[in-house]
């Protein structure tokens, strides 16, 4: 354990501190680590074990060299089971004790757990680390009551579920959404959440963050009212709204309001490339739905004739180039989120925070340029080394995206992906 806090404070966090864009609770070294139960301990130790075996992998694979049982990498990836093992019996324990069972260091013992997973695999085993964690977090009240808590990791512990739980959904089919953390908490707990700290990985404006709950909560409707009658009209309604509010936002508004850590103009970045990104978002998964509630290719081309098919639509930020009067403006977004996502995968300090804006980029490179899928595909393999497995998934189902020769969201996210962690 010792050891492995070492590496972690002497590799990993001044890693992650120098990409902070402000202070945040999510940026810490280990300290105390003597004090953690053992399956924090044994779970804390697999996943540092873990990042080490992905950077010895990368350093194999520039050299050519496959690893095996006996290189460096392939005897810690050994290790690294050992200790999930461990972890995952001492926590059993835990779990069986009620005195243990909802603990605060029980609950983040499994995140850390899930992390792993989704750190060092493309396994769908994250899946029921998630239930799981959604069945403590029940039992201890929910995410409204937890929050309550004045202790120093359960809130941003509470943020890093919730942030994973909702762009997990977001990348998930809209039939086979998983349990998010805060399916029960209103918008506003969700937000007062979401404002306890920047995420170091999702950088997004708290007002996007929760139009893109919405708009993972319009896709469950859809999904479950696509044969038209009262219900889909009620939602196609709501998807209107959802239209209408995006553009409310204001990316120069946000950014002038943000800390002095970061430059101005990196933070307006951030601003326009989310913004851009929840639009094309909301677009890509919602605006195939009219009025009555019907997929539009049940509608045989009635989008066009739908009075408030386009007039709710986001339009670009002030000062986008592509935003001229007249300017289509889910085309303008889509012009603007590549043009940044350019200068945005240039700089260090915002290049691992923009994976979000980097896979809505993937999915709209699919009828896009051949330079527009380099750019998506590049940049993913740039934030493999620290982001890990999660973004060899990403890449994996974009590219067979592409070739599919498909058009849907849910085409392209066939199956419940957790990239955002």
């Known amino acids: 354990m010792l050891e492995a806090a070492y590496y972690f404070n002497a590799e990993i966090y001044p890693f992650l501190a120098a990409h902070q864009l402000a202070p945040t609770p999510f940026v810490a070294p280990i300290v105390r680590v003597e004090h953690h139960p053992p399956s924090m301990r044994h779970a804390i130790v697999s996943l540092v074990l873990g990042h080490r075996v992905l950077h010895l992998a990368a350093l194999d694979a520039a050299a050519a060299a496959a690893p095996t049982a006996s290189s460096l990498a392939g005897s810690l990836r050994w290790r690294v089971h050992c200790h999930v093992g461990h972890a995952i019996r001492a926590l059993n324990g835990e779990i ?56 120093e990791i359960i809130k941003p512990g509470m943020l890093s579920l919730l942030v994973m739980s909702v762009m997990a959904n977001a990348t998930s089919p809209s039939h086979q959404q998983v349990a998010p953390i805060g399916h029960s908490c209103s918008l506003a707990t969700i937000a007062d959440l979401y404002a306890c700290g920047i995420y170091p990985r999702l950088p997004c404006p708290q007002e996007l963050f929760v139009e893109i709950v919405r708009t993972n909560q319009l896709r469950r409707r859809l999904a479950h009212h696509h044969h038209g009658g009262p219900a889909a009209r009620d939602a196609a309604r709501a998807v209107r709204r959802q239209h209408q509010r995006l553009p409310d936002f204001s990316p120069p508004d946000w950014a002038a309001a943000r800390e002095a850590s970061s430059p101005p103009a990196t933070w307006l970045l951030l601003g326009r490339l989310f913004h851009s990104a929840a639009v094309l978002f909301a677009h890509a998964t919602l605006a195939g739905f009219v009025d009555d509630g019907r997929p539009a290719a049940a509608a045989a081309g009635d989008e066009e ?117």
């Open 96 to 151: 069986e004790r009620e005195s243990t069972r909802c603990a605060t260091t029980t609950i983040v013992c499994v995140f850390i757990l899930l992390i792993g997973e989704l750190f060092q695999s493309a396994s769908p085993q994250w899946r029921f680390h998630n239930d799981g964690l959604a069945t403590l977090v029940a039992l201890r009240g929910g995410v409204a009551k937890l929050v309550e808590d004045e202790g």
């Open 305 to 421: 004739a739908d009075p408030g098919a386009e007039e709710g639509e986001a339009g670009p930020d002030p000062g986008a180039e592509e935003g001229e009067a007249g300017a289509d403006p889910v085309a303008s977004h889509r012009a603007q989120l590549f043009r940044l996502l350019e200068q945005g995968l240039a700089s260090e300090v915002t290049r691992y925070g923009i994976l979000w804006p980097l896979v809505v980029a993937g999915f709209e490179a699919a009828h896009g340029t051949p330079a527009q899928r380099v750019l998506v595909e590049r940049g993913l393999i740039d934030m493999s080394r620290e982001s890990g497995a999660a973004v060899v998934v990403a890449r994996n189902a974009l590219k067979a995206f592409w070739l599919s020769g498909k058009r849907c969201w849910d085409d392209c996210f066939h199956e419940p992906f957790a990239l955002v962690f």
